[in-house]
């Protein structure tokens, strides 16, 4: 194996063929150059591209030498993607662990690793997930592997964002942006990362950037016919009008918001529930309550038969509003902590800090200022503490607002609790 190197090197330039020729779109310039150096050695699957594009037989740069260790690795990979597939995640995991121990092809100790990483962010391991990733990463970009490097930072920016890293996400996401840039055969993983960086952005408060990252993957989406990623784009699209507050924008967010909801409809998918609840909150926002509110029911039966006792919290978030809007505090404190106790089932730290934002609000229209300011400070503090910078300020204008000696009223800060 040690021959491979100067092996290439020898019938690339005999044929006349640049480092970056050789490369393609699979491989990068510089893992060729770390391989003709010796310093890197390309995986079977690599391997046979390289033969491939050198019009060599792959056996010459072999040499004719044994692959047990490698075939023995690649069954235990099989059978580790298999419990994937049956979304058996601890038999995937323990599985895919065995394959790093049983051969040294950075390719197939790649395809494991993501495997791991897969399995633990389907299992709501995000820590886990991004622990297991860090140690992945020399042997992730060592294969030179376009597609799989791709893979791996869309794995790493999922499990930061859902563990409400969100800084640590948007990198993994530019990353994924930029090795997936200018690549036909990983387009879909390119519109894929600008959608995943537009909502980062959003989560972050930055709904600019967020708003131009989602009209660059709409444009993209355009072309490929994908309902389904076409609905999850048109959903940020309208989040991000929603959040910007631009005269015009709540018209733009409820026609994205539609357009996302039949897209969803159109791929039959489990989606179209997020698209729906999010249309009801528009139309509360318009005025619209009447035809919001059988929305939000429906979306609370579904989330109650699949088990999303997070997205049922958000539901009743918006309930607590329109009980303040009709000056019912005390029935705004029930759905408030009704909904904080779904979130001890599945944890999701913005929205809890919105809910404390709320029961802050409660408690001063109780009269309870101590009380009032625990919460709001509370929430201001989590959200700082997950850098979301727009939702914290919203917070801390309400810290000021009910330090004010003049009691805070539903006038004051509707506004802040949109």
Not at 164 to 176: C, D, G, M
Not at 199 to 210: A, E, I, P, Q
Not at 238 to 252: P, R, V
Request: charged share 30%; proline share 2%; net charge neutral.
């Amino acid at each position: 194996m040690i021959m491979i190197g100067p092996k290439i090197r020898e019938i690339r330039e005999q044929l006349g063929l640049s480092q970056k020729q050789l490369a393609g779109e699979d491989m990068t310039r510089s893992y060729i150059s770390l391989i003709e150096k010796g310093r890197a050695v390309p995986s079977q699957r690599m391997l046979k591209i390289i033969a491939r594009r050198l019009n060599t037989p792959m056996e010459y740069f072999l040499g004719g030498s044994a692959t047990t260790d490698t075939d023995i690795g690649e069954a235990v990979l099989d059978k580790a993607k298999a419990y994937y597939a049956e979304q058996n995640d601890p038999a995937c995991i323990r599985m895919a662990h065995k394959v790093l121990t049983l051969t040294e092809d950075s390719l197939d100790q790649t395809e494991a690793y993501l495997l791991i990483m897969r399995s633990h962010n389907r299992l709501g391991d995000y820590r886990q997930a991004l622990d297991d990733g860090e140690t992945a990463a020399f042997t992730v970009t060592r294969t030179g592997d376009r597609e799989r490097i791709v893979d791996y930072y869309l794995e790493m920016g999922r499990a930061a964002f859902h563990a409400e890293l969100f800084h640590a996400a948007r990198k993994y996401y530019e990353q994924s942006y930029t090795y997936s840039s200018k690549l036909k055969h990983l387009q879909d993983k390119h519109i894929r990362s600008l959608t995943f960086l537009g909502t980062t952005h959003l989560r972050l408060g930055n709904v600019d950037k967020g708003l131009d990252y989602y009209l660059k993957a709409e444009k993209e989406a355009q072309m490929i016919g994908q309902p389904e990623l076409y609905g999850e784009i048109t959903l940020g699209l309208g989040k991000a009008y929603y959040m910007s507050e631009q005269d015009g924008h709540l018209l733009l967010s409820y026609d994205w918001t539609k357009k996302s909801v039949d897209s969803y409809k159109q791929a039959n998918s489990k989606s179209y529930v997020l698209a729906l609840h999010n249309l009801a909150v528009i139309q509360l926002h318009m005025g619209q309550k009447k035809e919001a509110l059988p929305l939000l029911s429906e979306c609370a039966d579904i989330y109650d038969k699949r088990n999303l006792p997070h997205k049922k919290a958000s539901i009743l978030e918006e309930i607590s509003k329109i009980y303040l809007e009709e000056r019912q505090p005390l029935l705004a404190e029930t759905a408030i902590k009704e909904a904080l106790q779904l979130l001890d089932q599945r944890d999701e730290g913005m929205l809890r800090a919105k809910l404390y934002r709320l029961l802050g609000i409660v408690f001063h229209e109780k009269d309870n200022t101590n009380e009032g300011y625990y919460f709001l400070r509370m929430s201001y503090d989590l959200l700082k503490r997950i850098h979301a910078d727009r939702e914290a300020d919203i917070s801390h204008k309400l810290l000021i607002l009910s330090g004010q000696e003049q009691k805070m009223n539903y006038d004051d800060y509707k506004s802040y609790i949109k």
